[in-house]
């Protein structure tokens, strides 16, 4: 049973460019979100979903997109990097849209 | 806004020295409190939820407890595996049910 599967693990990108990090669940879960992680502060809700074809801004959505055609996928888009964006990124995903959430591995983003 | 603040930031002990880590938490109305433990460079692990002051929850060598203000996780003569940072979180009572997370508490435990 693979849970929550992010890919990459880790990226350097140049300040400028674009990239997507993938995020798959196997589990069913109707809820998905993406969360960034910085040392010394809690993970920040980047953007979230419901289900397929819903999604909405959380914390800190800026420099960032999301789709959800399919329950199991929810990719993050970074368009134009900027060096602010280097951070850890964790997908999660939940049954219920509660407090028990089911994470991935993580993305850890360097952008030169 | 709703915050988090856990305590210590970091914690040492021996093996089978007893302790525990503080949450505190700021919620105009709390649907729940989490705990999570997280080893390095894997994403959180799901321990434990609390929904009401009062209620205790056990896990192993790990018991969470929940007041009016704050949350605690007691652990018991600690394991080396033990070893991890342990993340706190309320659900904000929002149109969304946002959880709202703490910085974390890094344990270590020493043989």
């Known amino acids: 049973n693979a849970g929550v599967t992010q890919t990459p693990k880790f990226r350097i990108l140049k300040i400028g460019q674009s990239m997507t990090l993938q995020c798959t669940q196997d589990m069913n879960h109707n809820y998905m979100y993406w969360y960034r992680q910085d040392p010394g502060m809690g993970l920040k809700l980047i953007y979230y979903s419901v289900g397929a074809g819903i999604t909405d801004k959380g914390e800190v959505p800026n420099g960032y997109n999301v789709s959800r055609s399919t329950t199991e996928d929810f990719p993050l888009r970074l368009e134009l990097a900027a060096p602010s964006q280097t951070s850890v990124y964790f997908c999660?995903?939940?049954?219920?849209?509660?407090?028990?959430?089911?994470f991935g591995e993580g993305s850890r983003l360097t952008v030169l | 806004e709703d915050q988090v603040t856990q305590s210590p930031e970091a914690l040492r002990l021996q093996e089978g020295e007893s302790s525990s880590l503080n949450c505190s938490y700021t919620v105009s109305g709390l649907r729940g409190l989490f705990w999570y433990r997280q080893d390095p460079g894997k994403g959180p692990e799901f321990l434990f939820t609390?929904?009401?002051a009062g209620e205790e929850k056990e896990k192993e060598r790990l018991k969470a407890t929940l007041t009016k203000k704050e949350s605690f996780l007691h652990i018991t003569a600690p394991k080396p595996e033990d070893s991890a940072t342990y993340l706190c979180?309320?659900?904000?009572?929002?149109?969304?049910?946002?959880?709202?997370f703490g910085t974390g508490t890094r344990l270590l435990v020493s043989p």
């Open positions: 979180a309320v659900l904000e009572n929002t149109g969304f049910q946002k959880l709202v």
């Open positions: 609390l929904y009401s």
């Open positions: 999660a995903s939940s049954p219920g849209g509660a407090g028990e959430l089911f």
